[in-house]
C-alpha cells in the first residue's frame, strides 16, 4: 500500500482541501477527544434505553421460561433465531470490507473499515445473545462445547449442525475482534500520543506499546495480511454453517441445497445495507464527509445491488426447484409462502430484498443519500423477514397437517429484538465515543496518491491528458463533498 | 569399557564429610520436617518463602483428591416396621372396579397410581375409558371436603350422626317421607345398606334419576317386551348396525364395552378372514360413533323419528305415515339401509339415541322385525348401568313441594347442577326438613343442603357394583381415607344403627347373598375382583307395544321439535354428565371431533354460520325451552344445517378449582316430555357481540391430499389387500446416509389399526396418567403447547358432488373453500406419537447427543442432557416431541391441579417429572418395558410376547394399538405387520419410523 500516483480516471477517496496527516488526525479524533455532541446523545439515551428494554425482556425470560415467548409445539424457533441469523449475517460485511477487499486491495474499504469491523463485532454479540438466551436451560450453555466432564465420557454431537455452530460463531468473533484490535493500535496509539494523565495512561495500555517504528509497522502490516488471510474463509464459512442449521433438516423449506451461497449473499447484503445505514448517519453527525465519500456509497450500494440480486435468483431458483422437484411437501411449503397465512411476510420480504436494490440500477438513486439510506433500512428489513419466512412459515405448517399451528409474537419477543438493536447501537455509540471511528493511519496512506487535493496538484502539474481531466471532473458531479469550485480548481495552471 | 572415573556431586561428596556421610544413609539428604508439621506446634510453624511451592503443589494435591470424593448419597429413610406386603419400588395390584367395570388398581409405597382394564374378567371391556383411566386423579382433588358438615361448618362424625339420627327420628314420627335420591345404583351393598335404613326407618324410599337419562329405554321395554329393562347390546354379533343418534361407541350406555365388541368384527384380524360390519349413522352432529361410521347421514333431530317410520315401513312392509319425505339424501340413505338391514335378518340391529318412550318402542319394533333379540339385543344379561326413572325423581319433586319428605339425602346426585329445571329442586328442597348429600365436595347441590357427610373415594372405599345381571365387581380400598371423610354406605349402616363395619358388611353381604352357589369364597373375590354368575340368555321376546300409536307419538314429537334451528344435546366423550368436572386430565383431554378442550361450544354446519354471520372464534346466543346462553361457535363439518349441538356436563361452579366455571351448562335446555327428558328442541341461534377462541389441540382438519392417511373400502380390499397401502418398500429402492442400526436383542414397535381406532382417547389420558405429563391449561392449549406425548389425529374429508356427479373426497383446504356442502363428510383418526424413527432426524441434530437410539430401537430422550434448543423438535416430521415451557410442576400460574404436595401423590414414581426448559416425548413407557425385563430375568425366564404393555395399549378398547418385539416373528406385532394393509406414515422421507399403520377400510355403499 506505498503512495504512488494512480490513474486520475479513479475517483478520490478523500475530498477536501489542505488536509494534511494532522488535519486528518484531528478530524478523526474531534469525537474521542472532545466531550459528545448532542446528537450523541439523544442517540445514546435511545440505544441505553433500548438495551435495558433487553436487560428486561432476558431476565424475564430466564426467570419464567421460554414460554414467554410465542413458540409453541410446531413452531419451536421464531423471533429468536430470525434475530440471530440476521444478527449474524448483518457481521458479514465487516469481515467482507476489513478483509477480504484487503487482498484485493480495494484502497476504498480504508476509511469504512473501522467501523464496520465494530459492526461486525456487536452484531456477532447481539447474535451470540440469542444463542443462549433460546435455549430452555441457559444456564448449561456451556455443554455446547467439547470440554472435559465429570458425566462420563459424554461429549457433544458432531454431527448437529448446532455444535458446528458454536465453533463457527466463536471463531468468528475471536478472529473479528482481533483482526479490529490490531488495526486499532496504531490509532489508538496516535489518541495516547495526543491525550495527557489517566486517559493517556488508559490508551497507553490499550495500545500495547505501539512506538511507531519502521519494524512496528511491518510487523503491523503483515498480521494485517495474515488475519485476513483466516477471515476471508470465514466470510463463506459462517453463514453457510448457519444455513446448516436449516439446509440439514428434513423440514421442507428448510432442507435445500442453496442455503449456503443464498445465505452468504444474503449475508452481505444485508451486511452492507446496515454498514450504510450507519455510514451515512455517521458521516454526517460526525462530519466525516470527506473520508466517506459519495465513491464510498456507490460502492456500497453496488455490492448491495449485485447481492441483491443473487439474493433474488435464490428466491426464484426455490420456487423453481420446488416445483420441479415434484415433491408435494417442498411445493405446498413455498405455496404456503406465498399464498398462505404468512404471505404478507413473503412478499414483503420479496419487495424489501427483490425489487428495492434493484432501483441502485439508477445513479440517481444510487448516489441519493436520503434514498440510499432509505433502502438501506428497507433492506435490513427485508432482511429479517427472509429469515422469519425461512423459519416460521417452513415449520408453521410442515409435514402432519394436524400439528400446524400459527406464531405470534409475545412482548418478550418485540423486547428481546427492540432491545438487541438498543444493545446494538449502545455498543456502536460508545465506540465512537472512545475510538476511532474511521482508521486514522489506513486514510492516511492513502492521502497522497487517492485523495482530491493530491489529484488536482498533479492535473494542476499537467500530468494527465485533458479528455481523462474531463472525465475526473464529470465523475466529480456527484460529490457531495465537492464544490463547484473545486471542480474548476481541476485545471492545469 | 571399564572405568575408573569416579562422579561426583559435590565437593562434599567427594571430600567425604561426615554430614554427607550421615545423610547420605537416609533416604532424603535433607530430614523432612513431618515431625515437626505433624506435631502441634507444627501447625504454628512459619512456612518459608522457598516452601511456596511445596505448599502450593501440596494444597492442590490434596484439594484435588478432596474433589476425587463422590458426592455424598443421601439415603431414602426405610420404613421402622415394613408392611409385609410393600417393597419401595415394587408395585402392588389389587382388584377393585370402576363404575361396574372390574379394574386393577396399581399402588406404590402405598399410594394407587393408576387403573387398568382387569384383563382376566369376562364380560365389559378390556380396555378404559378415559373417566375410568383418569378417575385415579380425583383420590387427590384438593377441592374435596376434608370434613362432615353441618350448615357449611365442619363438625365431628358423631355430631353429623346425632344430628341425622335426630332428623330421621323426627321424620318417622311425623310419617314423614325420608327419600334417597341418587343415581343408578348397582352395588348391592349400597343397596343393602339402604335397606338397612329403611328397616329402621320405615317411611324410607329410594329414588333414582340419571342426570343423562334412559328411562325411555326401559318404559319402553316395559311395554314392548314387559321387562323394564335396559338390554346389553352384543354389536360384534351384528353384519349391520344402524344408528340414529346414538353415540353407542362413545357415550351412549357402556360405550367402551360396545367399542370393543363393534371393532372386533371389523379390525386387522376379522378383514384377514374377509369380513367386516357396516355401520350407518344417521345423526345430527357428528358424534364419535358417527366419525367411525361407513355412511353417515346428517339428519335434523326432528327427522330421527321419521328415520324409524321410514325404516320400520322399508322393512316390514307396513305403511305409517311420518317417513322422511323433505331429505332427499335421507331418503335414498334409508332405502339402502332398508334392504340391508333386510338382507340380514337376525344379524342386524338399530339403536337410537332418543330418550322418549315411544321412539324406543318403534325401534323395539323394528329389532323385532330383524330378530335382534337374542344374539344381539340380550334382555335377560341386561345392563344395571342406567336405572334412573325420571318419573320417579318429578314425584319426589312432588312430594317434596307437599311437604311429605322428612329428610332427603343425595348420594352421587347432583340435580340442582344437572336437573333441567334447577330452581325447581331448589324450591323443593328448601321445603324438606333436613337435607344431606354424600358429595365429597361442596357442589351445587350439597351447599344447598343442610349437612354434607362426605363419602370416600372408591379408591379408598369397600364396596362392589353389578352393571350387568349376574355380573358382580368388588370394589376394595389400595388406600385408607385421605380426609376425614367416611364412605355412604358406613354412614347409612351407622344411622340404621348396624354397628359393623362396612368391611364386614360387604363380606357378609356377598357370602349371603352372592357367593352363595358359586363355590367361591370371599378371599377368592379379593383376587380376582369379579363373580359371574352364567348366562342364562334363549328366553324369547315377544313385541308387544303399539306400533301405530308409537308412530303416531314419534311424529308427533318431531312436529314439536321441529324448527329452524333445532337443538341437540350430547353427553361428551371426556366430561359425560359433568361428575368429573375437577379432573384436569379430562378437561384437557381433546374432545374426539372438534379437538376442543376445556369447555364446550355451539356446534354449528360452516355453512349455516356463514348463514348466520359467524366466524371463526365467533360467539352465538343460543335459546331454547326459555332458556338461553351465550357460547363459542365451533365450525363442525359434518354438522346437520339448522342444526346447533351442545355438550352437556359443562358449567359447573361448584366443583373444584380445575372445573369452576369451564363451559356453561347446557343441563337446562332440556325439557320434559311424556314423561322422560328429552335433549331435543327448537331453538333460536344468533350471532353476538365478541369472540372467543377454543383451546384446540388441532387448527387444521384435513390431510391436503397427503398420504399420511391411507384409505380404501372394503370392496377393494377385498379385490387386494394391498388396496391404498402403497407397499412403499416393495416399490422404492431406498438408499441410506447413515448407518443400520442394529437391534440384536429386543426391537421395540408398534402396530396401529386405523380401522380399529375410534379415536376415543382413553390412551392419551393413560398416558398421561403413567408418564406425569402435566395439564397446561386452556391459555396454554390454545397458545398450542398441550404435553400430550400421544394425540389422536382427525381428519375430515368433505365429500361433494363434482361435475361429472361423483361423489368425490375433497381434503385441500383451497378446494374446501369453494365446496356448497358439508354435511357429508368422512372423518379418519390417526393416533400420533412418537415414530422412534431408526434413522431419527431429532437425534442428528441434538447438539448435546441428549437424544439417541437404543440398541432395541427407541428414540431415548435423556431429560438431564438436554438444554432446550428445541432442533429436535423443529426437525421432527411428526411433531410428536413437546417441551416444557415453562416449570409446570412448580408454577403457582399453571396451578390446574398439581402444585401441591397432596395431588403430586399421584405421580408415577417410576417415571421423573420434568423440569423447563427440557424436551420430552412419548418413550415407549421404557419403565413398563424395564420392569418387564426385570421380571422376567428374575424368573429366569425369557421376555415373552405380552410381558409388556404400553399404558396406551392397555387402556384401547379397541386393541387398535399392538406392542412388542419386532425380532420375534411369532409376536402378536410382528404379525400385524405383516398385514397387506401396513403402511409408514412420511416413509418417502426415509426416517424409518416403527410404527406401523393399517389402511381405513370402510364398508362404504358404493362398493
Known sequence: MSSHNESILREPLITGKNITYAQVTDDILLPVENKPNKAWWIGFIFAALGAMLWVVSVSYTFWTGIGAWGLNKTVGWAWDITDFVWWVGIGHAGTLISAVLLLFRQNWRNSINRSAEAMTIFAVICAATYVVAHMGRPWLAYWIFPLPNQFGSLWVNFNSPLVWDAFAISTYFTVSLVFWYCGLLPDIASVRDRASGLKQKIYSVLSFGWNGSVKTWQRFEIVSLILAGISTPLVLSVHTIVSMDFATSVIPGWHTTIFPPYFVAGAIFSGFAMVQTLLLILRKVMNFENYITMFHIESMNKIILVTGSIVGIAYLTELFIAWYSGSEYEMYAFENRIAGPYAWAYWCMMTCNVISPQLFWFKKIRTSIPISWVLSIVVNIGMWFERFVIIVTSLHRDYLPSSWAMFYPTWTDVGIFVGSIGLFFTLFLLFLRFLPGIAIAEVKLLLKSSSLQHKTKLVQEGAFPEEQVEYFRNSLGKYDSVSEEDINALKVK | ?1007
Request: aromatic share 10%; net charge neutral; charged share 20%.
Open chain 2, 1 to 1007: 569399557m571399564d572405568s575408573n572415573k569416579k562422579y561426583w556431586k559435590g565437593l562434599e561428596e567427594l571430600n567425604q564429610t561426615p554430614a554427607f556421610v550421615k545423610g547420605s544413609k537416609s533416604e532424603f539428604a535433607e530430614s523432612i520436617p513431618v515431625e515437626d508439621v505433624l506435631n502441634e506446634a507444627g501447625l504454628s510453624t512459619k512456612t518459608p518463602r522457598r516452601d511456596f511451592l511445596k505448599a502450593l503443589g501440596f494444597g492442590l494435591g490434596a484439594v484435588t483428591l478432596a474433589a476425587c470424593n463422590r458426592t455424598p448419597i443421601h439415603k431414602a429413610v426405610p420404613y421402622v416396621i415394613k408392611p409385609e406386603e410393600i417393597t419401595p419400588g415394587i408395585p402392588n395390584y389389587y382388584a377393585s372396579s370402576f363404575n361396574g367395570q372390574s379394574v386393577i388398581v396399581r399402588t406404590r409405597e402405598g399410594r394407587p397410581i393408576s387403573l387398568e382394564a382387569n384383563r382376566n374378567s369376562i364380560g365389559l371391556n378390556q380396555g378404559t375409558d378415559a373417566t375410568t383411566t383418569a378417575s385415579v386423579l380425583d383420590l387427590y382433588d384438593m377441592s374435596k371436603l376434608h370434613n362432615p358438615q353441618i350448615g357449611h361448618k365442619d363438625v365431628e362424625w358423631s355430631a353429623l350422626d346425632a344430628t341425622v339420627i335426630a332428623a330421621l327420628n323426627k321424620a318417622t314420627a311425623s310419617a314423614k317421607q325420608i327419600t334417597i335420591v341418587s343415581n343408578t345404583v348397582n352395588s348391592p351393598t349400597t343397596l343393602a345398606s339402604i335397606a338397612q335404613l329403611a328397616a329402621k326407618y320405615p317411611t324410607t324410599n329410594h329414588v333414582q334419576v340419571d342426570a343423562v337419562s334412559y328411562s325411555g329405554i326401559i318404559e319402553a321395554n316395559r311395554t314392548s317386551f314387559g321387562k323394564a329393562v335396559v338390554p346389553s347390546y352384543h354389536f360384534g354379533n351384528a353384519q349391520v348396525v344402524v344408528s340414529v343418534a346414538a353415540d353407542f361407541l362413545g357415550s351412549w350406555l357402556a360405550g367402551e364395552e360396545h367399542t370393543q365388541d363393534f371393532i372386533r368384527n371389523r379390525d386387522h384380524k376379522t378383514l384377514k378372514s374377509g369380513k367386516m360390519s357396516r355401520h350407518i349413522q344417521f345423526e345430527s352432529g357428528l358424534s364419535m360413533t358417527g366419525s367411525n361410521a361407513d355412511v353417515r347421514i346428517a339428519i335434523k333431530p326432528s327427522e330421527e323419528g321419521a328415520v324409524l317410520i321410514s325404516l320400520y315401513n322399508a322393512i316390514t312392509g307396513a305403511n305409517l305415515s311420518g317417513g322422511v319425505t323433505a331429505n332427499k339424501k335421507a331418503a335414498t340413505a334409508i332405502q339402502l339401509t332398508a334392504k340391508e338391514l333386510q338382507s340380514n335378518q337376525r344379524n342386524a340391529v338399530v339403536v337410537s339415541g332418543s330418550n322418549d318412550v315411544n321412539v324406543q318402542t318403534l325401534v323395539n319394533a323394528i329389532n323385532s322385525a330383524l330378530g335382534a333379540y337374542g344374539s344381539i339385543i340380550d334382555l335377560d344379561n341386561y345392563s344395571k348401568q342406567y336405572q334412573g326413572s325420571d318419573a320417579a325423581f318429578q314425584q319426589f319433586i312432588a312430594n317434596a313441594n307437599a311437604g311429605q319428605v322428612g329428610v332427603a339425602f343425595f348420594l352421587n346426585s347432583n340435580p340442582v347442577y344437572d336437573y333441567y329445571k334447577s330452581e325447581d329442586v331448589k324450591n323443593a328442597l328448601a321445603k324438606v326438613e333436613f337435607t344431606l348429600s354424600f358429595s365429597d365436595r361442596a357442589d351445587e347441590t350439597a351447599t344447598t343442603l343442610k349437612a354434607i357427610a362426605p363419602t370416600s373415594n372408591f379408591l379408598e372405599s369397600w364396596g362392589d357394583a353389578s352393571s350387568k345381571e349376574g355380573y358382580f365387581t368388588v370394589v376394595q380400598p389400595t388406600i385408607n381415607p385421605v380426609f376425614n371423610t367416611r364412605q355412604a354406605e358406613q354412614s347409612l349402616l351407622i344411622w340404621a344403627g348396624n354397628t359393623s363395619s362396612i368391611y364386614d358388611f360387604v363380606k357378609q353381604n356377598w357370602e349371603a347373598t352372592i357367593l352363595a352357589g358359586t363355590g367361591k369364597d370371599w378371599k377368592q373375590v379379593l383376587q380376582t375382583g369379579f363373580i359371574y354368575k352364567g348366562t342364562n340368555s334363549g328366553s324369547f321376546y315377544t313385541f308387544n307395544g303399539d306400533v301405530q300409536s308409537a308412530a303416531s307419538a314419534v311424529t308427533a314429537l318431531d312436529k314439536s321439535i321441529a324448527g329452524e334451528v333445532e337443538l341437540r344435546l350430547y353427553e361428551s366423550t371426556g366430561m359425560r354428565d359433568g361428575r368429573y368436572a375437577n379432573n384436569a386430565y379430562l378437561q384437557e383431554l381433546p374432545d374426539p371431533i372438534s379437538k376442543v378442550t376445556w369447555g364446550n361450544y355451539a356446534a354449528i354446519n360452516p355453512k349455516f354460520a356463514e348463514q348466520i354471520g359467524v366466524g371463526e372464534n365467533g360467539v352465538v346466543k343460543v335459546e331454547a325451552n326459555g332458556y338461553s346462553v351465550e357460547l363459542p361457535a365451533l365450525l363442525q363439518p359434518g354438522q346437520a344445517m339448522g342444526t346447533v349441538s351442545i355438550a352437556v356436563g359443562y358449567g359447573r361452579y361448584l366443583v373444584g378449582k380445575a372445573g369452576n366455571n369451564v363451559g356453561e351448562n347446557a343441563f337446562p335446555f332440556a325439557k320434559l316430555v311424556n314423561g322422560t327428558v328429552q335433549f331435543s328442541s327448537k331453538a333460536t341461534i344468533e350471532k353476538v357481540a365478541g369472540t372467543y377462541e377454543l383451546a384446540q389441540t388441532q387448527t387444521h382438519h384435513t390431510i391436503e391430499g397427503r398420504n399420511i392417511i391411507r384409505e380404501t373400502s372394503f370392496a377393494k380390499y377385498l379385490q387386494d389387500p394391498n388396496s391404498e397401502s402403497g407397499r412403499f418398500s416393495d416399490t422404492h429402492k431406498t438408499y441410506d446416509l447413515w448407518n443400520k442400526f442394529e437391534s440384536p436383542g429386543h426391537k421395540w414397535v408398534m402396530a396401529i389399526d386405523l380401522n380399529a381406532c375410534t379415536g376415543c382417547g382413553s390412551c392419551i389420558v393413560a398416558c398421561n396418567v403413567e408418564n406425569n405429563i402435566p395439564v397446561v391449561g386452556r391459555d396454554e392449549v390454545r397458545r398450542r403447547r398441550e404435553m400430550h406425548w400421544l394425540r389422536i389425529d382427525r381428519y375430515y374429508t368433505i365429500q361433494d358432488v363434482n361435475e361429472q356427479n361423483e361423489v368425490v373426497g375433497y381434503t385441500e383446504e383451497k378446494k374446501i373453500k369453494h365446496l356448497q356442502d358439508f354435511e357429508s363428510v368422512t372423518v379418519v383418526h390417526q393416533p400420533m406419537l412418537c415414530q422412534h424413527c431408526d434413522h431419527a432426524p431429532c437425534e442428528t441434530v441434538c447438539p448435546v447427543l441428549a437424544t439417541v437410539h437404543s440398541s432395541e430401537g427407541l428414540n431415548h430422550m435423556a431429560y438431564n442432557r438436554c438444554f432446550g434448543t428445541r432442533y429436535c423438535a423443529n426437525n421432527c416430521p411428526y411433531k410428536v416431541r413437546r417441551f416444557n415451557w415453562f416449570n409446570y410442576w412448580n408454577d403457582s400460574r399453571f396451578d390446574n391441579y398439581l402444585n401441591n404436595e397432596f395431588t403430586q401423590l399421584v405421580l408415577n414414581p417410576d417415571v421423573t417429572t420434568r423440569s423447563r426448559g427440557v424436551m420430552e416425548k412419548c418413550s415407549m413407557c421404557i419403565q413398563r418395558i424395564q420392569a418387564g425385563k426385570l421380571q422376567a430375568k428374575i424368573e429366569n425366564r425369557k421376555l415373552k410376547d405380552g410381558d409388556v404393555t404400553m399404558a396406551c395399549q392397555a387402556a384401547c378398547s379397541a386393541n387398535a394399538i399392538i406392542f412388542g418385539d419386532a425380532n420375534d416373528p411369532e409376536s402378536e406385532v410382528a404379525k400385524a405387520l405383516r398385514n397387506e394393509r401396513v403402511y409408514y406414515v412420511l416413509e418417502e422421507i426415509n426416517v424409518q419410523p416403527n410404527i406401523g399403520y393399517m389402511t381405513k377400510v370402510r364398508n362404504t355403499f358404493e362398493a
